[in-house]
């Protein structure tokens, strides 16, 4: 791969897509509208682009769950890319709940026009019947647990378990449908496989965990040089290869094993793990297309 990332092979089959859909298929006559929650730190490999098709003339809510884990900056030309398409957006961080309380106010937003149409048809007291949908580990079962303010949902969704599309009242005025978080995304692209690891979506042992990081070393230099400055102590070179990076990082921080080798691999797992514990600051992995960025 060009620009210093090494290719990394994904060997990933999840199960149950074909299932998953059909039961969205078939439920998508019965709510007025979909929410999609999404990652905000990786905002293209959290979602399946499958949805786009299945939920085609539906009023669509996105939530970047985690905006509190991503780049503000980043979040921004995000929600910006969202709207073009015509989508409602909504950050929140489902963990504090930070953000859920305007979920409501947001689908009400989404649905005008729905709700105009029930009111001219003396339906206005019709509860509102919004689909959520979203792949494992987005924090959908959590989002889903705030706004209802219990434990409706299943939390911990774990790739291949199956279970029923699940009701949930909110209140008099809005219903909300659970679906199974076996949507997984697609794989086609390697960039896909690779930051859901990162984030810790899929497990590393899917992939080779130092090229991973090495990779990871690529993407901070590219975007956030003064993450490598400040951790890790060194400027980071421009020409140099992700696997250089990660062998300065572990110069740096004195990982060596017997011979003066230096443990490359303790550095990789040091470093995804202080990422994943938000030691590297707010970091967004993905970025909109260019024509976005105005």
């Known amino acids: 791969m060009s620009n210093g990332y090494e290719k990394i092979s994904i060997q990933w089959f999840p199960g149950h897509m074909t299932k998953a859909e059909r039961m969205i298929e078939e439920n998508m006559k019965l709510v007025d509208g979909v929410c ?73 937003a989404a649905l005008k026009d729905k709700i105009a149409y029930y009111e001219e048809k003396g339906q206005g007291n019709r509860p509102l019947r919004i689909m959520v949908v979203g792949i494992p580990n987005v924090g959908k079962s959590t989002f889903i647990n705030k706004v209802a303010k219990r434990k409706a949902a299943i939390a911990g969704d774990k790739p291949g378990v199956t279970r029923g599309k699940q009701w949930i009242k909110i209140d008099n005025t809005l219903d909300l449908l659970d679906t199974p978080g076996i949507l997984w995304p697609k794989f086609d692209d390697e960039n896909v496989g690779q930051v859901l690891a990162l984030t810790g979506a899929v497990k590393d042992d899917i992939l080779d965990r130092e090229t991973l990081a090495a990779n990871f070393m690529v993407r901070l230099r590219d975007h956030y040089p003064m993450v490598i400055e400040q951790r890790y102590k060194f400027k980071p070179d421009p020409e140099a290869s992700g696997y250089d990076l990660l062998c300065a990082a572990a110069r740096k921080r004195g990982f060596l094993i017997s011979g003066g080798e230096l443990d490359t691999e303790r550095m990789a797992a040091i470093l995804l793990d202080e990422y994943r514990g938000g030691k590297l600051g707010r970091l967004t992995l993905e970025y909109p297309p260019v024509e976005v960025n105005v």
């Open 36 to 108: 999609e929650i999404i990652d905000a730190r990786i905002p293209f490999a959290s979602r399946n682009p499958d949805i786009d098709r299945l939920a085609a003339g539906k009023p669509r809510l996105v939530v970047l769950n985690r905006a509190d884990q991503a780049d503000p900056e980043a979040t921004k030309l995000w929600q910006a890319y969202f709207k073009k398409q015509g989508w409602y957006v909504l950050e929140t961080d489902a963990k504090t709940g930070k953000g859920v309380n305007r979920f409501a106010g947001a689908v009400r």
